[in-house]
């Protein structure tokens, strides 16, 4: 007789649009999820969640498996899988991985049940550690997955999920203060295929790798030049990408205007860019494309986001934009002051990437009094 395995727990806490997202996908892997929804839960409780996906299809008022509010309300069981889909903003203690996950990890829930392998799905690079290093202070063995999320979505309301046609991860375990490990132990394999074969299953793209944190410096090329260009610009990327100038001489002043930001603007990326490629060999990496940081990323970075915003209103808006706008804090630790604590350890200059970050923490600075303001 054949035995049927049991449905993969897995407890996911944060509910804005990759978190939504990645519930529907993974319960449509068969896994039960338990969503930890801080914000939203009464919309999503009440209502469910409407979900208008290019890829998944339209769904009114659709539930995952459980909904709670908190993650201690979520301790009750155990979990194969704890994932965290909230933005990294150290400066706000209750966005941290270590404390928001905290109730997982006391002495009241590690006596009833086994630890889950967790798994960070915020952006930036080195997310992971705090949680790595509290699981260790606690006689804990650490089992953390990072990973790099690709993915068009954003949310129309406190319960709507507005998504595109496409999500892709990369995913690989998150080895501590180690960047050129390249292989994985057949434990590691094993955690990681399993999450990616439910991932796969609902619907979605997952590839395994055995160095993430190449892989996540690599997608930071993204943020480090995008994301801050529309963050202090104020601006979408289409304003960045115009449609190539004309040569009539009654064109309006705007069109003739944007000559410079292909002859400055754009060079001015790519030498950003071409910062991180250097930091990227002196950490270790080689020249490669495939297995390595190569200067064909920087290329291949504008080429590719040039192909998507050149179509005026497209309706992309850089997430850090409309946190900006909205007067929210943004990921700016996580994102650029990682790269750069990089750069000063492994002795690289980064001019470039050094003033983005300067500027960017005074904004950060007028986000945090606005969010003191709102307390």
């Not at 727990?9 to 929804?37: D, H, K, N, Q």
Request: glycine fraction near 8%; aromatic fraction near 8%; proline fraction near 5%.
């Amino acid at each position: 007789m054949a035995v049927i395995e049991a449905p993969k727990s897995i407890l996911l806490v944060g509910y804005g649009a990759v978190g939504m997202a990645y519930t529907l996908i993974l319960e449509r892997g068969g896994a039960e999820v338990t969503v930890v929804a801080r914000s939203n839960f009464d919309a999503v409780t009440e209502h469910g969640l409407d979900i208008y996906s290019e890829k998944y299809g339209e769904h009114l008022g659709w539930r995952p498996h459980r909904v709670v509010p908190c993650v201690p309300d979520a301790c009750d069981r155990a979990y194969d899988y704890a994932i965290i889909t909230t933005k990294a903003i150290p400066e706000l203690v209750n966005t941290s991985a270590s404390i928001v996950l905290a109730p997982l990890f006391n002495k009241t829930y590690t006596s009833r049940f086994p630890q889950p392998v967790y798994v960070n799905m915020q952006n930036g690079l080195d997310v992971e550690r705090d949680l790595y290093e509290t699981l260790e202070a606690r006689g804990l063995r650490p089992r953390v997955v990072g990973t790099a999320v690709y993915i068009g979505t954003k949310t129309g309301g406190k319960n709507v999920l507005i998504h595109s046609h496409f999500d892709r991860m990369s995913l690989g375990m998150y080895r501590y203060d180690d960047y050129t490990t390249a292989m994985n132990t057949p434990e590691e394999d094993a955690i990681l295929s399993d999450l990616a074969s439910l991932l796969v299953r609902g619907g979605s793209t997952a590839i395994t790798v055995p160095d993430i944190q190449r892989v996540k410096f690599t997608k930071n090329f993204w943020n480090v030049a995008f994301s801050s260009m529309s963050a202090l610009s104020r601006f979408p990327l289409t304003a960045l990408f115009r449609s190539r100038t004309s040569d009539d001489s009654s064109a309006p002043p705007s069109v003739k205007q944007a000559a410079l930001l292909e002859s400055h603007t754009i060079p001015t990326v790519r030498a950003l860019l071409m910062e991180l490629v250097a930091l990227g060999h002196a950490i270790g990496w080689p020249d490669d494309l495939e297995k390595g940081v190569s200067a064909q990323f920087v290329e291949n970075t504008i080429e590719n986001t040039a192909a998507l915003h050149q179509k005026p209103g497209n309706g992309l808006v850089a997430s850090m934009l409309v946190d900006v706008l909205e007067g929210r804090p943004i990921e700016v630790e996580a994102i650029f002051g990682s790269v750069v604590r990089l750069a000063r350890k492994y002795g690289v200059e980064t001019p470039r990437l050094d003033m983005l970050y300067g500027i960017l923490l005074v904004v950060q600075n007028q986000m945090l009094r606005k969010t003191e303001g709102s307390l």
